[in-house]
């Protein structure tokens, strides 16, 4: 019981000496880019994306920023207040499987969603532009 309690002590004492950054200023999880066709991801990116996505800190427009999406909680800006309750509550994190299952049919991963995107049907096509989002690791692309 002793070495129970005193683990657990430990563990107190060690997790105390430094506070977690505030959220605005964690990083997401990093997960490894994703191999695929990013040139290809990229045009996507300006064809289905860019005209309510930006790439930028703090600029949102229609939708959040996607810069560092890969691998972030969704719904986890803090300066972008539009999420659907569906999105906030459904403790997704971006990676490739969610991120593959959403752009295919928004409304059918996640009913609810204030996403209004008919989706991309096409795998190849997906799996480009989720590359290329996986690559977003910068400020200014």
Not at 79 to 86: H, L
Not at 114 to 134: C, V
């Amino acid at each position: 019981m002793k070495v129970k309690l005193l683990a657990c002590l430990s563990v107190l004492v060690l997790t105390a000496c430094e506070p977690p950054p505030p959220p605005a200023e964690r990083s997401p999880v990093m997960l490894a880019a994703l191999t695929g066709d990013v040139s290809r991801g990229r045009q996507l990116y300006a064809d289905e994306c860019q005209h309510c996505h930006q790439l930028q800190r703090g600029k949102n427009t229609k939708g959040p920023q996607l810069l560092r999406i890969y691998g972030a909680k969704a719904a986890g800006l803090a300066d972008y207040s539009r999420y659907s309750a569906a999105l906030k509550q459904s403790g997704w994190i971006w990676d490739a499987a969610t991120l593959d299952r959403y752009l295919e049919h928004p409304d059918k991963a996640l009913p609810n969603t204030k996403m209004l995107y008919d989706g991309l049907p096409d795998t190849s096509d997906r799996q480009a532009l989720i590359a290329y989002l996986s690559t977003l690791r910068v400020e200014k692309i």
